[in-house]
């Protein structure tokens, strides 16, 4: 040792307290690994039998912040938008979609063990009885005259709904086309649909029939192709993904009921719980690969720097054990890891053997300078040079961590509790059980000074051009700090997850359209005249697209619609419920019935 490292050793209270620690683990090496173990074992122990999760994002923050407070104070008032996924339904046509999202929800009503409540906000009753009243007279006036005319075709179908009945009503058409019948050239298109239909069942294909586009001569409008079932899961917050089991038990249930594609029906999930489910996936289901990348990524580190396998697997097996232990301490200490907190594995194999590596270099150098010595020796002047770095690093490291503490963000403060707790760990780890690992190991004696030759250039350029070097690095410290005006934070969480997921993509196209997007904010208010109040301000304001209230749901000019739908009723009434339907043919009569509607329809075609 230079006789000037000797006396800054010598006066140095860290580097002495450090060369403490490592005499102690060095007395007996075998009773210091033998402690070690049990220590390992015990915290083995400890982490299989009290380790748990707690997937619940919403335990996160305190309950008494307003904004949670609010949020109780909602789902008090509305508990049936909590814990929500949003099942969105997609048909080829709006009949597809309907009989879909109806067979879907009985599937998943059926099952209390896995949803709590299942419900289609699309098919309320009062929907479906006044869905008309909510569109402009001129479209109900347009939908009454089209059923009116579509009477004794829609009067076939309803006493023989059956293949048969079908072809009976492409005779009546063909009959009334061939004979003029004023307005049939608007069952064209019907035919028309009827024709590919048909030309696709006899190539095996489905093609399946917009009854609705039939009877309203308008192609649907998107939204009629699209049904939502909204399900509020049973969630396991001790598993890794809480909503796993209900959406796989949604996605077995649509399989079931023949929601698939084949079958021209697409089925998606989204919502904050899929989302989630999709996000700690991502996160955790690689996390066994990121530690053993991480792992390597050490190694390879400790190889450059030093070079000796007596050395390197010392340093891995003290990173294994101070891990190990950090997590049982996490368990006791804090209780159930949260989705942040679990973070701290990564962060204690990236910082955690930084003080190894410190020791393990300074004891390369001791091993050149005192070659003579024996390694005991060796282990304690290097841990007189490199304590005060590596506590000073373990210092500044577990201020850090602690000054999340503060914060109302719990799963940032038992993180960076976790963290500041493994940084301790691993420094008396470093200090203890590393030494006593390399006194049995016997790492061999460095013939060559430590460090890279090619790089002793460098070290003296920056030696003697010290100050303009810090200089440069002043200025661009400046022309950084003076770019910070430029910097842009992007406030919307949902562009921190990966686009490209079924939840997220699904989630996007619900926002494109406004009748469906997700995000918005509800409001109480103690009345609907204060909530009327409330509505036209916020309307007000260039950040709101719509406010709605429950006034909204009361249609406008309603004695017009109602006359004309009346007047629908009495015509079609007697019509659409017959006394008496014919029953099921046999093949034999719905060939019979297709070959004459077929013959009809030759009959009555232009020549």
């Known amino acids: 040792m230079r006789p000037e490292d000797a006396a800054a050793a010598r006066g140095t209270l860290l580097g002495r307290a450090a060369a403490a620690l490592v005499r102690l683990g060095i007395l007996r090496p075998a009773l210091t690994l033998l402690l070690a173990g049990l220590l390992g074992l015990a915290a083995l122990g400890t982490v299989a039998t009290r380790f748990a999760l707690d997937t619940d994002v919403a335990r996160l923050f305190p309950a008494d912040l307003p904004w949670r407070q609010a949020e109780r104070a909602l789902s008090d008032a509305f508990p049936q938008f909590d814990d929500t996924i949003a099942i969105v339904v997609d048909g080829a046509t709006p009949d597809l979609a309907e009989r879909a999202a109806a067979a879907l929800a009985e599937a998943l009503a059926a099952r209390p063990e896995r949803f709590r409540s299942v419900t289609r906000p699309d098919a309320e009753e009062f929907f479906r009885r006044n869905a008309l009243l909510f569109r402009e007279e001129a479209e109900v006036q347009a939908t009454a005259e ?283 780890l470093s200090l203890t059980v590393l030494p006593a690992l390399l006194a049995l190991a016997g790492p061999e004696e460095e013939a060559r000074p430590v460090g890279y030759a090619a790089l002793r250039p460098l070290d003296r350029f920056l030696a003697r051009r010290a100050g303009a070097v810090a200089a440069g690095i002043l200025l661009l410290a400046l022309a950084a700090a003076a770019a910070l005006p430029a910097l842009r934070f992007d406030t919307n969480p949902l562009n921190l997850r990966d686009p490209e997921t079924e939840a997220v993509s699904t989630f996007r196209d619900l926002m494109a359209d406004p009748e469906t997007t997700p995000n918005t904010v509800q409001v109480l208010a103690p009345d609907l005249e204060a909530a009327a109040a409330l509505a036209a301000r916020l309307e007000s304001l260039p950040e709101v697209a719509d406010a709605r209230t429950l006034a909204d749901f009361v249609p406008e000019g309603q004695p017009a619609k109602l006359a004309l739908i009346q007047d629908v009723a009495d015509l079609l009434g007697p019509t659409l419920d017959p006394p008496v339907t014919e029953p099921p043919p046999g093949d034999a009569e719905a060939a019979v019935a297709l070959r004459e509607a077929a013959a009809a329809l030759g009959r009555a075609a232009p020549a």
């Open 146 to 428: 089209r059923l009116i005319a579509a009477q004794p075709l829609l009067g076939t179908l309803a006493a023989d709904p059956s293949l048969r009945g079908l072809g009976r009503s492409l005779a009546l058409i063909a009959e009334g086309m061939a004979q003029g019948a004023e307005g049939a050239e608007q069952f064209a298109p019907a035919l028309d649909a009827f024709a590919e239909a048909a030309a696709a069942a006899a190539a095996g294909r489905t093609a399946p029939l917009d009854w609705s586009a039939l009877l309203t001569g308008q192609p649907p409008d998107p939204m009629a192709l699209r049904r939502f079932v909204l399900v509020q899961p049973v969630l396991d917050y001790t598993a890794l993904a809480p909503g796993q089991a209900a959406t796989a038990a949604v996605r077995e249930a649509a399989a079931a009921v023949g929601a698939t594609a084949e079958n021209g029906v697409r089925v998606r999930l989204t919502g904050s719980i899929v989302m989630a489910d999709e996000e700690f996936s991502t996160v955790f289901g690689g996390a066994l690969a990121q530690n053993v990348l991480a792992f390597a990524a050490v190694g390879l580190l400790l190889w450059l720097a030093l070079r000796s396998g007596r050395l390197i697997l010392p340093m891995m097996a003290t990173l294994v054990l101070g891990l190990v232990v950090t997590l049982a301490f996490g368990a006791v200490v804090v209780g159930p890891y949260n989705p942040l907190s679990i973070a701290f594995a990564v962060l204690f194999i990236g910082l955690g053997v930084d003080f190894g590596i410190q020791f393990a270099v300074r004891l390369r150098e001791q091993r050149h300078r005192l070659r003579d010595a024996p390694l005991p020796e060796a282990l304690i002047a290097a841990a007189r040079l490199a304590g005060p770095g590596i506590a000073l690093a373990a210092l500044a490291l577990c201020a850090g961590f602690l000054a999340f503490l503060p914060t109302d963000y719990r799963g940032l403060a038992e993180l960076g509790l976790i963290a500041a707790a493994g940084m301790l760990i691993a420094v008396f």
